[in-house]
T-cell receptor
Framework: NAGVMQNPRHLVRRRGQEARLRCSPM?????VYWYRQLPEEGLKFMVY????????ESGMPKERFSAEFPKEGPSILRIQQVVRGDSAAYFC??????????FGPGTRLTVT | QKEVEQDPGPLSVPEGAIVSLNCTYS??????FMWYRQYSRKGPELLMY????GNKEDGRFTAQVDKSSKYISLFIRDSQPSDSATYLC???????????FGRGTSLIVHP
């Protein structure tokens, strides 16, 4: 059973461009979570989704950030007009019941 | 005060030592407690998952929760160099599936 997959693993964007991060959950998992991790800091929750629904987006910045988890295909975290402060590791986790979460390898975003 | 506190370390121990990693929290609603291990530049890996107070053992790892003092521990017996990683505690309440992560404790096990 393949684990959680994220791509790309590394993404470089210039300021003002859009970043699109993808997450394919483990087979059979319908809960997806996105987290951001800055150097020397812990994981910060961003958004929790189930198929086609956003359950909790309390950790998501109000502007420029959006997330979706369509009926078919991976979950997408989109960051519009990226700024240097968006540089971080973005992790996706999935769960089948909503409790134990299994993480992907992360996408490291660098904004130049 | 942060909701979940961990000493960032690093904690350096010799191979074979018993390691104690600790976490305190302030939210009395937390009922579920997870421990993750994160190697450098990798995603966190779920190690242990416990509910409420008490102990849970899995191989060389034992998780201990004391809800009365809001204190969580992870013990590693016969530590190995491959245990060198950052350990994150992540409690959450029953009404939410969103864990609150501690900053993590960096562990170094030297041969």
């Amino acid at each position: 059973n393949a684990g959680v997959m994220q791509n790309p693993r590394h993404l470089v964007r210039r300021r003002g461009q859009e970043a699109r991060l993808r997450c394919s959950p483990m087979k059979g998992h319908s809960h997806v979570y996105w987290y951001r991790q800055l150097p020397e800091e812990g994981l910060k929750f961003m958004v929790y989704l189930q198929k086609e629904n956003i359950i909790d987006e309390s950790g998501m910045p109000k502007e420029r950030f959006s997330a979706e988890f369509p009926k078919e295909g991976p979950s997408i975290l989109r960051i519009q007009q990226v700024v240097r402060g968006d540089s971080a590791a973005y992790f996706c986790a999935s769960s089948d019941t909503g409790d134990e979460q299994y993480f992907g390898p992360g996408t490291r975003l660098t904004v130049t | 005060q942060k909701e979940v506190e961990q000493d960032p370390g690093p904690l350096s121990v010799p191979e074979g030592a018993i390691v104690s990693l600790n976490c305190t929290y302030s939210n009395s609603a937390f009922q579920y407690f997870m421990w993750y291990r994160q190697y450098s530049r990798k995603g966190p890996e779920l190690l242990m998952y416990t509910y409420s107070s008490g102990n849970k053992e899995d191989g060389r790892f034992t998780a201990q929760v004391d809800k009365s003092s809001k204190y969580i521990s992870l013990f590693i017996r016969d530590s190995q160099p491959s245990d060198s990683a950052t350990y994150l505690c992540a409690p959450y309440s029953g009404g939410s599936y969103i864990p609150t992560f501690g900053r993590g404790t960096s562990l170094i096990v030297h041969p």
